[in-house]
Structures are given as structure tokens and as C-alpha cells.
Nanobody, 121 residues
């Protein structure tokens, strides 16, 4: 069984920083691309950042320059460093890992439960 668990959310003042972590655990054969999404109240979930299995990265235009996504393949973990946070960054942040579970021949998407990020003015 595979689990994806986020951590690191919390309350921070505008201009501050947070580092989110997302760890995949269980019987995993391979992990491909890993993603961070966010969903603000009353809005659709949106893609924030992606890191490929090869380490290439891409970011949402609205947050480019303020984010760094990285991964530690030995720990099956992806990180999201967020700087210069704004009140509009308040949202639940979700991790998505595209991975192949042991015994499977296909990659599937696994989601975490989300971690709340609240930015106060």
C-alpha cells in the first residue's frame, strides 16, 4: 500500500517563508514526476510546481521567483520552499506523486491529504 503525506504547513506573516515536505511510502517500484497543487477557498485546484524524475522543474507564473521545488530520491520526498509569501497564497497545498507501486506495470497518481498554509497580513 502506498501513502503520500504532506507536512510543513502553518501560519506565517506576509513576507515570510515556509518549507513544505511530501513523503511517499510503502511498496514503491519507481517514482516519476512529483507535483504541488494548491486550492484556495472557493477556487479550483491549481498546479503550483512540478519536478520531473530527472530533476527538471517548472512553476506557476503567479509564484515564479518565490518557489523552489526539489526532491530527495533516496527518501522518496519532494520539498517546496516558498518565500515572500502573500496573503493570496493562503490555501491547502496538496502533493501528487506519479509512481509505480510494486507489482504494478503502470504509473498512477497518488495524492496526499493536503496541508494548510495561511498567510496573514
Amino acid at each position: 500500500q502506498v501513502q503520500v503525506v504532506e507536512s510543513g504547513g502553518g501560519l506565517v506573516q506576509a513576507g515570510g517563508s515556509l518549507r513544505l515536505s511530501c513523503a511517499a511510502s510503502g511498496t514503491i517500484s519507481s517514482i516519476g514526476d512529483m507535483y504541488w497543487y494548491r486550492q484556495a477557498p472557493g477556487k479550483q485546484r491549481e498546479l503550483v510546481a512540478v519536478i520531473t524524475s530527472g530533476g527538471s522543474t517548472n512553476y506557476a507564473t503567479s509564484m515564479k521567483g518565490r518557489l523552489t521545488i526539489s526532491r530527495d530520491n533516496a527518501k522518496n520526498t519532494v520539498y517546496l520552499q516558498m518565500n515572500s509569501l502573500k496573503t493570496e497564497d493562503t490555501a491547502v497545498y496538496y502533493c501528487n506523486a506519479r509512481l509505480m507501486a510494486s507489482g504494478s506495470r503502470f504509473y498512477s497518481d497518488y495524492w496526499g491529504q493536503g496541508t494548510q498554509v495561511t498567510v496573514s497580513s
